[in-house]
């Protein structure tokens, strides 16, 4: 959050909450993808390499998306990623 001058007012500006679907990681996941996506970034290139690393520079801070994305831990989002696979391949001649 910064403050912004407009003549002799200050405005500050507020952050909105990312969740919208009740399953915080999937928001943040989805928020930062579309945020990557917006500045000509491959989203996924550079998500696997912020999991990888833990480098938050793969992030753009687009949209807050650096800032929300490292209020998570990676292990929380690896737990998304896994479920989301399990959950939509079971039962689809997956083994």
Known sequence: MSDQVSGDTIRT???EPVSLSGNMQQDVLM???HQLEAKGYD????LVGYMITGEPTYITSFGNARTIICRMERYEIMEEIIRFYVENHVGQGGK
């Not at 989203?43 to 550079?46: G, K, M, N, V």
């Open 13 to 15: 500006s507020v952050m």
């Open 31 to 33: 928020h930062v993808y």
């Open 43 to 46: 989203p996924i290139t550079q």
